[in-house]
């Protein structure tokens, strides 16, 4: 059948569920397309052949015979789905909160869709999902954890490379941080986070999770709003690399004493316990119990199976040997955390990996998913829906030998023709290096390939040039590409060493001329040995000593302030690694990495282009992670149809099959200049406050309360809101009956009791927020005459379904209303503030944008910049501000935490007014101003206008705390000045004399 080939793979926009799909036929990919989203499934690896001496050729093709379903995870997500579309109801409203502004389309840096969908899961899974009748969800995934993780509870998200996994992670702590705010006594919540990771790349690239690093993702990537990131800063978070969880010697022996003390069976007294491990590990934990544990690239944690003959025996040489090394970090990790569940407590552990499947060694088959695996957004989901770039892979040549192309297996082909193994010395690779004719094809061909898309980047000059990177299976192999690549060095007769060029002019590390140049365009790089935070090898070492001693003088004169004798030659090849395609950065120069065994993850360069491997690939698994390095996107910014810009990947020698694309070469959109936009401290004293406002109440008068029962006062209950009764049916056996009668045989005084102390708490306090508890007889008579003459009870339902916190919400708001009726003349409008946090200030606005921005006169606005959502009336109205005289200074309401709380529909909804002004209207003391732009015509447009007029105006105002307020309208930008002052004239005029 003819090679299959898709012009462009992106169906789907990044910011909503996937709705189309490629459908899979007998040969692999088709490009015909499936109107539905894809379901979860996995590639069944092939078996490792047990026969001493046979070669199975591995079969990568993604055909239906070989795709799994997740059962357990589609079940999971279709309840995920329902409860979305349903509204997310039984959560906190905390979480709700939190749901709402992660999916706000009015963001200024929306959420992949993805991402929200991990917080959905897991948020469902917590909070609703027992109350939602799927508790067999929490027992399902106890089974699992209980049958491979017996000592701790688990839950996993499966994401794509470069689909979000750290915003996820912020948006975990985030959630459980400012719910255990909210209710320090909810046990199903914590403030306190370990995160572990496997390895320091990952580990120092993570400090965005810290709320006061300077680039929080909290900020950065909008996950709170400013105000409510001070409130995170209360939250403790530790980020360790999980080698921190080895034991460590206790003291400083000799190597005899040592060898002497473990002969006689002391030796283990040299060695710290579980428990001293976990003091010293989480120290900064202070002490707090019962915390989350976060894993990043959770595929390397796991309990092997015991006492299974799995296919490791029939590992040899490098596979062997990583399989060991595998096997050991799995171990020490796991009974890491298993330690400090033992020690300070664990409530769940959350793990993150794009590639969740036990590993070879493991003990189960290699490719088998984590069973507690809750979502996934898979690669392929990722590609189509453009959130990662497309990797291409040969699907054909002119050599025709073979079932694949020579560049795509190219392992297999190379593997036996003499190059060299581990440990034989680097005495073996100098000199000339010669490579297999298949290996130099390959660096030529993917070389050539890769001068073209860097001659166009040349002439656009756009961000850091592309990056190509080779993967090798060990030092010796790394060293003879990266020599061929680079450039080495000829020993004469005389001992003199003479500098040869490489065999790629823009991968040179030479000048032309027999001299090294000072900064290098290749690097050469051990990361598996960079990533333990241990001493590198002394042979990789004696190898890299050049380079080591360039990017030195090249870190002198970058930054001659800072001791670089401070500096180990680690730290620096580590910063190297980590700054590859960054500008300003000691790796922004670097075109191309030899990497010895496999990319670190976490290595986050987004100007990967080309990959080329020259090593083993057992499984689709081990494909997928090192094509991982090269997925991370240039550009997200979305074309007109709300797709993103197919961008790709170029890759050799990794016999992975997925979509076949054809495209020309094309210079990826780079993203929009960004702009920070922030309070300035030399702009202090135009600083604004604001309440923040969370309902609205009546202050009446307190001798004696009555209620006035109107037709809005009544309230039915009906087992359409809620099952009262449920009837379960085996496959045979006896009929089970679920009933309410645990609610049911509560006495109707506690029901009585329940609303009458909701009504009170809610809506009666004094100003300092003290409950007026002589109101409490008056409101429980009244409440008890509600009950009696208001509810309305169908069917099967009862009074005591009012003790369900949404139904006594309900009903005390309609109690409430009727007493505020009973009182026409004598009564006062309050606004209700949010605990603890009443009031908000422009002084934490501090985020980035892409849009458009008009820089504020720095004696008009504490914040330097206004952001425009459209071409021209913010900055036009923000300049009509400026040019008045009457205005004393103003902000516009982006990311500042100022709404307005308003009823749509029955639903409660937030408003976000465009500007806030403080207006000399000649009184004492200024007016703030909300100004609102009008545009097109909506229907909540009028509630939210009524809502600010009618409502949270005059309660504010009637509180007295934040000075005068008033709200206006504007029509039309360019007429701002005429009638912001006519409007102010009416208002003053219209006031009584």
């Known amino acids: 059948m003819p090679q299959v080939i898709i012009e462009n793979p992106i169906l789907n926009s990044p910011f909503a569920e996937p709705a189309r799909h490629f459908k899979f036929a007998k040969t692999g990919i088709t490009n015909e397309v499936e109107d539905s989203r894809r379901i979860s499934s996995y590639f069944m690896p092939i078996p490792q052949p047990k026969k001493k001496g046979k070669q199975l050729t591995f079969d990568t093709e993604w055909t239906p015979d070989r795709i799994e379903e997740n059962k357990f995870i589609n079940r999971v997500r279709s309840r ?3 409860w979305r579309q349903g509204g997310y109801t039984e959560i906190t409203k905390t979480s709700r909160f939190l749901l709402d502004y992660w999916k706000n389309s009015d963001r200024e840096r929306p959420l992949f869709f993805c991402q929200i969908e991990a917080l959905e899961t897991a948020i469902y899974i917590t909070e609703a999902a027992k109350k939602c009748g799927d508790a067999w969800i929490e027992n399902d995934l106890r089974r699992f954890n209980d049958e491979t993780n017996p000592e701790i509870f688990r839950l996993a998200f499966k994401m794509a490379t470069g689909s979000g996994k750290t915003v996820v992670m912020a948006m ?5 941080a400012l719910n255990k705010f909210a209710n320090p006594q909810d046990a199903r919540f914590s403030d306190t986070f370990l995160i572990v990771t496997p390895g320091i790349t990952i580990r120092d690239r993570l400090r965005v999770l810290l709320p006061n690093d300077p680039t929080s993702y909290y900020r950065e990537r909008d996950i709170l709003p400013a105000d409510r990131q001070v409130e995170l800063r209360k939250s403790t978070i530790l980020i360790t690399n999980f080698h921190a969880f080895k034991p460590r010697e206790k003291y400083a022996v000799a190597r005899l004493t040592k060898k002497l003390l473990t002969r006689n069976g002391e030796g283990k007294q040299l060695i710290e316990s579980p428990d001293e491990m976990v003091r010293r590990v989480c120290r900064e934990l202070g002490n707090k119990k019962n915390i989350i544990v976060i894993n990043d690239e959770a595929h390397h944690c796991y309990r092997s199976k015991p006492d299974v003959d799995d296919e490791e025996g029939v590992l040899k040489g490098d596979e062997r040997r990583e399989a060991k090394k595998r096997e050991e970090a799995a171990r020490i990790w796991i009974t890491g955390l298993e330690a400090v569940k033992a020690k300070i407590g664990v409530r769940v552990i959350y793990d993150l990996s794009a590639t969740p ?4 060694g ?16 898979s690669l392929i989901d990722a590609i189509e829906s453009g959130i990662v770039k497309i990797p291409r892979v040969p699907v054909s040549d002119d050599q025709m030998k073979g079932d694949q192309p020579t560049y795509r297996d190219l392992w297999t082909r190379i593997k036996d023709a003499g190059l060299p193994k581990k440990g034989r010395g680097t005495a073996e690779v100098s000199g000339e290096p010669k490579l297999p004719k298949e290996l130099q094809g390959a660096l030529h061909s993917l070389y050539g390939n890769y001068e073209k898309t860097y001659r166009l980047w040349e002439s656009h000059r756009r961000g850091t040039p592309p990056v190509f990177i080779v993967v090798c299976n060990n ?12 450039g080495w060095e000829k020993t004469l007769k005389n001992g003199n060493a003479v500098v040869q060029a490489g065999n790629f002019d823009i991968f040179r590390n030479d000048d032309g001329n027999g001299v090294w140049l000072s900064r290098p365009n290749s690097l050469l790089i051990d990361s598996e040995q960079l990533e333990s935070g241990e001493a590198m090898n002394p042979d990789f070492k004696k190898i890299a000593a050049r380079e080591i001693d360039e990017f030195k003088a090249e870190y002198r004169e970058r930054f001659p302030d800072r001791d670089i004798s401070k500096l180990t030659d680690e730290d620096l090849l580590r910063e190297v690694m980590n700054t590859v395609g ?3 950065k000691l790796g922004e120069h670097i075109k191309c990495v030899v990497s010895v065994s496999m990319l670190t993850e976490g290595w986050d360069a987004n100007t990967v282009t080309h990959i080329l491997g020259v090593r083993a690939f057992g499984t689709q698994l081990l494909c997928e992670q090192v094509i991982g390095r090269g997925l991370r996107r240039i550009s997200y910014t979305p074309g007109d149809d709300g797709l993103l810009t197919p961008e790709y990947a170029e890759v050799y020698g990794v016999p992975f099959s997925f979509i076949p694309c054809s495209k020309s070469i094309v210079i990826p959109v780079p993203p929009p200049a960004v702009t920070r936009v922030r309070a300035l401290e030399d702009r202090a004293d135009l600083e604004m406050r604001f309440p923040r406002v969370i309902g609205y109440r009546y202050d009446m008068p307190s001798e004696k309360l009555e209620a006035k029962f109107t037709a809005d006062s009544k309230m039915a209950l009906t087992t359409a809101d809620i099952p009262t009764k449920v009837q379960l049916d085996p496959i045979v056996g006896e009929t089970s009956i679920h009933t309410l009668d645990d609610l049911k045989r509560k006495r109707e005084q506690e029901v009585v009791f329940s609303l009458s102390k909701r009504v009170l708490e809610k809506y009666f306090k004094d100003d ?6 002589w109101l409490f007889p008056d409101i429980l008579r009244i409440a008890r005459h509600w009950l009696r003459e208001c509810l309305v009870l169908k069917d099967d339902a009862f009074p005591q379904m009012l003790l369900l916190i949404e139904f006594t919400h309900d009903a005390s708001d309609k109690i409430h209303r009727a007493i505020a009726e009973n009182v026409r ?6 606004p209700i503030l949010r605990p603890y946090d009443p009031a908000g200030t422009t002084r934490h606005v501090d985020f980035n944008t892409a849009k458009p921005v008009y820089e504020t006169r720095p004696d008009k606005s504490h914040i330097s910049h206004v952001v425009a959502d459209t071409d021209t009336w913010e900055q036009k109205l923000a300049h009509s501000l400026e040019d008045m005289d009457e205005v004393l200074c103003y902000v516009k309401n982006q990311n500042l935490g100022f709404s307005i709380p308003y009823t749509l529909g029955g639903a409660e909804k937030n408003y976000f007014p465009d500007f806030l002004v403080h207006f000399n209207d000649g009184q004492t003391d200024p007016l703030n101003l909300i100004v609102e732009v009008t545009g097109e015509k909506k229907k909540d447009k009028a509630a939210k206008v009524a809502t600010a007029q009618t409502l949270w105006v005059p309660a504010v105002n009637n509180h007295g705390g934040f000075g005068r307020w008033a709200f206006i309208e504007i029509s039309d930008p360019w007429d701002a000045k005429n009638l912001i002052r006519s409007s102010i004239l009416n208002k003053l005029e219209s006031q009584p004399a």
């Open 80 to 82: 995920v789905n329902l």
């Open 172 to 176: 975990l702590i985030a959630w459980h």
């Open 357 to 360: 499947f036990f590993l070879r």
């Open 362 to 377: 493991s003990g189960y088959r290699e490719g088998t998913l984590f069973p507690w695996v809750v979502s996934d957004f």
């Open 475 to 486: 030092t010796n192999v790394s060293k003879l590409v990266y020599d061929y690549v680079a």
């Open 582 to 584: 960054k500008p300003g």
């Open 768 to 773: 300092e927020g003290n409950l007026k508890h």
């Open 825 to 830: 003349d004598d009564k006062t409008l309050k």
